[in-house]
């Protein structure tokens, strides 16, 4: 009788030890569950704070840039903020310019994220600084081609997920130029800004110099006036505009170089 009783204790003991084990278990797993979804919204979370900061910078970049740009030989030095999950890169030939069958190419300074940490749909757009033509801020319409003086020439864009120089991006901000078009009783003066990259291995320093400033003229006549023909496609972006009886057509190219160092 007294060998059964121990029996039974000795069974109750393993069993209440096996039922510990499986709580301990069971509660590890969970914390570690909990560690993991923690982490992955931490990282979402820094992601989303670096993607303002990034915004915040590129805006400073921007404005000075068009405060700048009439002005050969500036040089602007901008250290590059750090962020955590994200990087700057430059695309080359991000806007593609024609204008009567002159063809003008500009490269983009851009700040993606890795799509694991911050992903937008493909096809999402949310205008930083810019927007539509006439210079009326519209957060989900933008226009590469402004006839507005007033309006931002430099435009700040965030899109959804795209891959770009073989890299996949879950979203991206892009500071990229636009065309400005300024149409005076036949007298048309366009202004293309170009961005010429030039790709480093280092993202310590951001650089940018305004080169210079090139003009050129075409002279149409009363009997015999010039039609202007223009598009601009950046990225996703595009626009095109026609202008008929042009007796004057001035485009100003103004170069600008960017670097990183």
Do not use: H, W
């Not at 704070?49 to 915004?55: D, G, K, N, R, Y």
């Not at 993202?203 to 110099?209: A, E, F, H, K, P």
């Amino acid at each position: 009788m007294e060998r059964a009783r121990s029996t039974v204790r000795s069974r109750r003991g393993q069993n209440e030890v096996v039922t510990t084990v499986i709580l301990i278990t069971v509660v590890l797993i969970l914390a570690a569950i909990f560690i993991i979804i923690s982490m992955i919204n931490f990282g979402k979370a820094s992601a989303s704070t670096s993607l303002s900061l990034a915004e915040s910078f590129m805006t400073d970049v921007a404005d000075d840039i068009e405060a700048s740009m009439y002005n050969p030989g500036t040089v602007l030095v901008y250290p590059i903020p750090g962020t955590q999950y994200g990087m700057f890169n430059f695309v080359n030939n991000y806007c593609s310019i024609t204008i009567n069958g002159a063809t003008y190419t500009s490269g983009a300074l851009i700040y993606g994220t890795p799509p694991n940490y911050a992903s937008l749909p493909s096809g999402y757009i949310q205008v930083i600084r810019g927007s539509s033509s006439n210079g009326a801020y519209n957060v989900i319409k933008e226009s590469t081609i402004i006839q507005n003086a007033a309006a931002p020439l430099i435009s700040i864009v965030q899109y959804g997920t795209s891959t770009m120089n073989g890299i996949t991006y879950g979203t991206y901000i892009a500071l990229f130029p636009r065309v400005l078009v300024v149409n005076g009783s036949g007298n048309v003066y366009v202004y293309i800004p170009v961005f010429n990259v030039i790709q480093s291995g280092l993202r310590n320093t951001l650089v940018v110099n305004i080169t210079g400033i090139s003009v050129y003229t075409m002279y149409g006549t009363s009997i015999s006036p010039l039609t202007v023909s223009i598009s601009d496609t950046c990225g996703p972006l595009s626009k095109s505009l026609t202008i008929n009886n042009v007796m004057n057509l001035r485009l100003v190219i103004i170069n600008i170089t960017m670097t990183f160092r």
